[in-house]
């Protein structure tokens, strides 16, 4: 399979915790986004990277979550201090110009925090 | 910040009926716009990307019309059957690269 996977597919965790989500994109895709969806929304944006750097950060990131993606490859996500209104569908994406820029989503991480 | 919207937010029809949705979206700093389809425990599945005004995409039975001057996009479903039951998703880009800002989606029950 060479699509986009995310891993895990559910975390339950109590607040407080912290919790980190892998993100592997499609090799070749250069672009690398998170995106958040919550019940009755469509998606929403996190954070970008070209390759290793991040290049734009939504201020619904707030100073309890980071995002890595050290080698231009897979990215990580990490929530700290969990809360309540964390609960979420989380997204992830890549993308390449060769790709009409089409952004390839994976099938998400359902965050529940108790 | 883009405001995108979509109609209707969800839609029940009969396994053979066609059906369309809308999206709406602000027509200045336009880039692009992308349809997706995203069925329960699946990942959203890119349909359409569309840039130019009038542009026009078909995939099967599905097709998208674009509107860049007016700011808004058609997606059309002919024939619909049960397993065209999922949430429609539009989402609109300002800049090469950049973020996607998504409607709330349409969600599409076809019953057979």
Not at chain 1, 10 to 19: A, E
Not at chain 1, 71 to 89: N, P, Y
Not at chain 2, 26 to 41: I, Q
Not at chain 2, 64 to 89: R, V
Request: charged share 20%; glycine share 8%.
């Amino acid at each position: 399979d060479t699509g986009v996977s995310q891993d895990p597919r559910h975390k339950i965790t109590k607040r407080g915790q912290n919790v980190t989500f892998r993100c592997d994109p499609i090799s070749e895709h250069n672009r690398l986004y998170w995106y958040r969806q919550t019940l009755g929304q469509g998606p929403e944006f996190l954070t970008y990277f070209q390759n290793e750097a991040q290049l734009e950060k939504s201020r619904l990131l707030s100073d309890r979550f980071s995002a890595e993606r050290p080698k231009g490859s897979f990215s990580t996500l990490e929530i700290q201090r969990t809360e309540q209104g964390d609960s979420a569908m989380y997204l992830c994406a890549s993308s390449s110009y060769s790709s009409q820029e089409t952004q390839y989503f994976g099938p998400g991480t359902r965050l529940l925090v108790l | 910040i883009l405001n995108v919207e979509q109609s209707p937010q969800s839609l029940h029809v009969q396994e053979g009926d066609s059906t369309n949705f809308t999206c709406s979206f602000p027509s200045s700093n336009f880039y692009a716009l992308h349809w997706y389809r995203w069925e329960t425990a699946k990942s959203p599945e890119a349909l359409f990307v569309m840039t130019l005004n009038g542009d026009e995409k078909k995939k099967g039975r599905i097709s998208a019309t674009l509107n860049t001057k007016e700011g808004y996009s058609y997606l059309y479903i002919k024939g619909s059957q049960p397993e065209d039951s999922a949430t429609y998703l539009c989402a609109s880009k300002e800049t090469s690269g950049s973020r996607l800002t998504f409607g709330e989606g349409t969600q599409l029950t076809v019953n057979p």
